[in-house]
Each structure stands twice: as structure tokens, then as C-alpha cells.
């Protein structure tokens, strides 16, 4: 019998060797900073295919704001009439991109 409690103690103390040496320690940090590379623009200066892509696929929603990055790919927040906001993205020819 102290035979099995030894190994199974042994077993348990291993798997938790195992898992602390992939886990963080208490005195190391992981940060994450989320880089947004667009930049906010006028919504008079996005480009006719974009309007008119919005106005086609969603005839009651209203451009709040706009934002282009330097792949020229437009971010859109963008309301509906019944309150609901939403980000659609787009490339310069109006082409919807998931991103």
C-alpha cells in the first residue's frame, strides 16, 4: 500500500513540474497592445466606390466615422436607423473585407 501512495504522489508531483514549466511566474508579465494603424478621416474624403457600397448593401445606415490606413482600406463605424452600430471595413473599389 505505500507503495501505491508513493507513486501516485510521485505521478501527481510530476504533472505539476510538467505544468510549471510552461506557466508564468508570479514576477512575469505578458502585455498585449493592440495596434489599431488607421487613421480617422472625414467622411466627405472616403472615396465614391465606398459611399456607394454602404448606401447598396445597407440603404438605412449612416456613416459616423471613417478611418483609412496605409493599404488605403477604409474602417466605417456606421448606425442604422433602429440604433444599431456596427464597424465595416473596406478596400478603396468598395469591396468588403473581413478583417
Do not use: C
Not at 44 to 50: K, R
Not at 86 to 99: Q, S
Amino acid at each position: 500500500m505505500r507503495k501505491l501512495f508513493l507513486v501516485g504522489a510521485l505521478a501527481l508531483g510530476s504533472l505539476s513540474v510538467m505544468a510549471n514549466g510552461s506557466a508564468l511566474t508570479s514576477d512575469e508579465v505578458i502585455v498585449t497592445v493592440a495596434q489599431d494603424d488607421f487613421t480617422e478621416i472625414s467622411t466627405s474624403e472616403l472615396p465614391t466606390a465606398v459611399t456607394d457600397a454602404v448606401a447598396t448593401s445597407y440603404p438605412t445606415a449612416t456613416i459616423t466615422k471613417a478611418h483609412v490606413n496605409s493599404e488605403k482600406q477604409y474602417k466605417l463605424e456606421v448606425a442604422l436607423e433602429d440604433g444599431t452600430t456596427g464597424t465595416l471595413y473596406a478596400d478603396e473599389d468598395g469591396n468588403w473585407l473581413d478583417l
